[in-house]
């Protein structure tokens, strides 16, 4: 019944490797969001999918990539890990604009690169 | 484009206390303003929103009111309990296509028994 989900919860890994995390919404929302949380809680757009057309890619490093399927899913995978990719990635879809552009969120990814 | 300017933390209460967080806001036209919630450990959850100015949204005994004479969506709470300690986040849509959010910096709330 989870409306956003993302796997995995935790993902921990060595510097150098290449990982994805995935994203899945139930809710029937046209639109998909990745969002980036440093580690002051501070929150930035990175990417936003739009029945499966890329329509923001903020500046994000190119080891960022993006993949959406359909219009349920959305992937992220990231090449070369670096430390200072060591944050917490959500995942967020809406309905726009009737519902006045509200976003509901996964339960986030925290991602530590060591 | 857009912007939400966040009151900066953290914020320390005892129960029962009363809590506003300020939160002001530059927008083109007037867009739908919203709170977000995030308890230790989790994903951000919608508290409240307000979709035209002089709306009042509410949720869990929080309001927040859609003022635009002040541009401000202030959050407060009559009286808060010990699980209302999270970190608040006042956003607002972007200018552009996509509609993202933009945050404010997030308030730390603590409040102790």
């Known amino acids: 019944d989870t409306a956003v989900s993302q796997t995995p919860k935790y993902l921990v890994t060595q510097m150098g490797n290449d990982k994805s995390i995935k994203c899945e919404q139930n809710l029937g929302h046209d639109t998909m969001y990745w969002y980036k949380q440093d580690s002051k809680k501070f929150l930035k757009i990175m990417f936003s999918y739009n029945n499966k057309e890329l329509i923001i890619n903020e500046t994000v490093p190119n080891r960022f990539s993006p993949k959406s399927p359909d219009k349920a899913h959305l992937n992220l995978h990231i090449n070369s890990l670096e430390l200072g990719d060591s944050a917490v990635y959500f995942c967020?879809?809406?309905?726009?604009?009737?519902?006045?552009?509200?976003?509901?969120f996964g339960p986030g990814t925290r991602l530590t690169v060591t | 484009g857009n912007s939400v300017t966040q009151m900066e933390g953290p914020v320390t209460l005892s129960e029962e206390a009363f809590l506003t967080i300020n939160c002001t806001y530059t927008a083109t036209g007037y867009p739908s303003l919203f709170w977000y919630v995030q308890y230790p450990g989790e994903g951000l959850q919608l508290l409240l929103k307000a979709t035209k100015a002089d709306d009042k949204g509410s949720n869990k005994g929080f309001e927040a009111t859609y003022r635009k004479e002040t541009t401000s969506f202030h959050l407060e709470k009559g009286s808060v309990q010990v699980s209302d300690s999270a970190v608040y986040f006042c956003?607002?849509?972007?200018?552009?296509?996509?509609?993202?959010?933009?945050f404010g910096s997030g308030t730390q709330l603590t409040v102790l028994p």
């Open positions: 956003a607002l849509p972007s200018s552009g296509s996509a509609r993202q959010l933009t």
């Open positions: 967020a879809s809406s309905q726009a604009p009737g519902s006045g552009y509200e976003q509901y």
